[in-house]
């Protein structure tokens, strides 16, 4: 079991938005804006796409865009792509200085 | 363009050390606060610790229930960063990356990423 929680699968159709969720606890998510979302292709290197709860590195699409509300940080997908289709991790510091992250979840662009 | 190539993977039996490396390109690793991260087939991803950069003092912080058998060191005439690993277990059998951390952008976001070398702990 990770120590953020993450949906395994979340679905969508090309153009819509959806959104992925990732809960933790008020040593991490609920303590420090520190919170970063991963993409992963199959075969390729994962990718940083928000850090910060919700800035997005540059070059990233603004399709891809974060949040969080006490102790749960979301990912949100906008018009919705077959290039979306990917894993997608978040992570957080906590107050162990240490760093954890949610156990992933797949997109599928139906 | 910065680049993370891990290496030094391989099948290790219980109870064996086995060090793997990761070689960094496009950036001096003594400039970066540099972390090893893990991934068993099948789960999420596992942080092991990291190693401050030189303005950090070197410092090195580890994951609690492994800080006993890990140890990450740096060298900087080759820059490359490792991973030692001693009294390796069956749990232990993981895909291994680095990834920088809060390098390019902000504290505590890994930015960069290698591809893993692959850690088989069997009998």
């Known amino acids: 079991q990770s120590a953020l929680t993450q949906p395994a699968s979340v679905s969508g159709s090309p153009g819509q938005s959806i959104t992925i969720s990732c809960t933790g606890t008020?040593?991490?998510?609920?303590?420090?804006?520190?919170v970063s979302w991963f993409q992963q292709h199959p075969g390729e290197a994962r990718k940083l796409i928000i850090y910060?709860?919700?800035v997005r590195p540059s070059g990233v699409s603004n399709r891809f865009s974060g949040s969080k509300s006490g102790y749960t940080a979301s990912l949100t997908i906008s018009g919705l792509q077959a290039e979306d289709e990917a894993d997608y991790y978040c992570s957080s510091y906590s107050s162990t200085s240490s760093i954890l992250f949610g156990g992933g979840t797949k997109v599928t662009v139906l | 363009e910065v680049q993370l190539v891990e290496s030094g993977g391989g099948l290790i039996e219980p109870g064996g050390s086995l060090r793997i490396s990761c070689a960094a390109s496009?950036?001096?690793?003594?400039?970066?606060?540099m972390n090893w991260v893990r991934q068993a087939s099948g789960k999420g991803l596992e942080w092991i610790g990291r190693i401050r950069n030189r303005a950090g003092g070197d410092r090195t912080e580890y994951a609690a229930p492994l800080k006993d058998r890990f140890i990450i060191s740096r060298d900087d005439l080759t820059n490359t960063l490792h991973l030692q690993m001693k009294g390796l277990e069956i749990e232990d059998t993981a895909v291994y990356y680095c990834?920088?951390?809060?390098?390019?952008?902000?504290?505590?976001?890994?930015?960069?990423w290698g591809q893993g070398t692959l850690v088989t702990v069997s009998s």
């Open positions: 496009g950036f001096t690793v003594s400039d970066a606060w």
């Open positions: 910060a709860v919700s």
């Open positions: 008020s040593s991490d998510i609920g303590a420090y804006n520190y």
């Open positions: 990834a920088t951390e809060g390098f390019r952008y902000g504290h505590h976001s890994h930015d960069s």
